[in-house]
């Protein structure tokens, strides 16, 4: 089977691909919904990060505090290091799980660090949803109500736009109204069912 890694900067738009894509009936595992079930209640990695950081790091019903923890790894790339080490193999073990129990024409990993980690080489075939910097920080603004100076030092950690559009198969500009984007996606759509025929 296809499988089709869908990425992009924050704040550019890749939910209303994905979810348009699975309006089309296609299987789209998102890694950010995979990386909160591998630290949800009971799981192994919850304990473990509670053991290193205390109990301070939990929510009064006993789920991550993961506004705290956001803001523990990117003011400390030691604490960073040590979750990526925890947490990546375990993402990228449910990823490959849940892309191979598939049963859509082609499936799509949706991941805003497709590129930045090794999720590249799960996948086929990568598009790339594409806005300017400039509209990354006000749509993220808007939508998660971080200041400019913690939405700027995630996209610090994630690659640049040039260097994301490099390694793009597929680009669908999101800069525009949604309906530009949803029929980009439409005809992506046609274009990878294609692919999955050849």
Same mark, same amino acid.
């Given at each position: ?57 939990? =929510? ?20 960073? =290091?040590? =979750? ?107 274009? =990878? ?6």
């Amino acid at each position: 089977m296809l499988k089709v890694g869908l990425t992009g900067g924050i704040g550019s738009g890749k939910s209303s691909v994905s979810n348009e894509l699975e309006r089309l009936g296609i299987t789209v595992v998102d890694a950010d919904i995979v990386a909160r079930e591998v630290v949800e209640i009971g799981q192994p990695a919850l304990t473990s990060i509670s053991q290193r950081f205390g109990t301070d790091i939990l =929510l009064e019903d006993g789920n991550l505090d993961r506004a705290k923890l956001r803001s523990l790894i990117f003011s400390d790339s030691k604490h960073k =290091l040590w =979750l990526e080490n925890l947490l990546h193999p375990l993402i990228r073990k449910e990823i490959e799980k849940q892309l191979e129990q598939a049963h859509s024409d082609y499936s799509v990993l949706s991941s805003p660090l497709l590129l930045e980690t090794q999720q590249s080489n799960m996948i086929d075939t990568i598009v790339v949803v594409d806005v300017d910097e400039a509209t990354q920080l006000q749509r993220t603004c808007l939508r998660d109500q971080n200041s400019r100076q913690q939405i700027e030092a995630i996209m610090a950690t994630q690659l640049s736009r040039k260097s994301r559009l490099e390694h793009a198969q597929h680009v669908i500009n999101n800069q525009g109204p949604i309906e530009e984007t949803l029929k980009q996606v439409q005809a992506l759509h046609q274009q =990878l069912l294609k692919q999955t025929c050849i």
